[in-house]
Nanobody, 126 residues
Framework: QAQLVESGGGLVQAGGSLRLSCAASGLTFSNYLMAWFRQVPGKEREFVVAISRSGVDTYYADSVKGRFTVSRDNAKNTVHLQMNSLKPEDTAIYYC???????????????????WGQGTQVTVSS
């Protein structure tokens, strides 16, 4: 019954910004670590960022550190990913994920996540 639904993807020029959203339902949202992953065809799904249940702690992949910002609103069961200074290599399908048992510092593997969204396409043009 749990669902994660991403939105906000689209086409943007290099250097531009995009804000992704993930709406969760059917779960006690504050009990879950939330994360964003991304995937391009032919490659493994890649960890982007995780945010703790309280929203206080975050962990970013080096590739996005300083450019992306994750936030969550437990009252609205929503997670956001603000993506700035986008690069063509950021082009991917972005997935929202929820983990009941993981912690921020060890949340990089796909197998730790209980629920996944359907993904939203982000395309960064040159």
């Amino acid at each position: 019954q749990a669902q994660l639904v991403e939105s906000g993807g689209g086409l943007v020029q290099a250097g531009g910004s995009l804000r992704l959203s993930c709406a969760a339902s059917g779960l006690t949202f504050s009990n879950y670590l939330m994360a964003w992953f991304r995937q391009v065809p032919g490659k493994e799904r890649e960890f982007v960022v995780a945010i703790s249940r309280s929203g206080v702690d975050t962990y970013y992949a080096d590739s996005v550190k300083g450019r992306f910002t994750v936030s969550r609103d437990n009252a609205k069961n929503t997670v956001h990913l603000q993506m700035n200074s986008l690069k063509p290599e950021d082009t991917a399908i972005y997935y929202c994920a929820a983990a009941r048992r993981a912690v921020v510092g060890g949340a990089v593997s796909r197998g730790q996540y209980d629920y996944w969204g359907q993904g939203t396409q982000v395309t960064v043009s040159s």
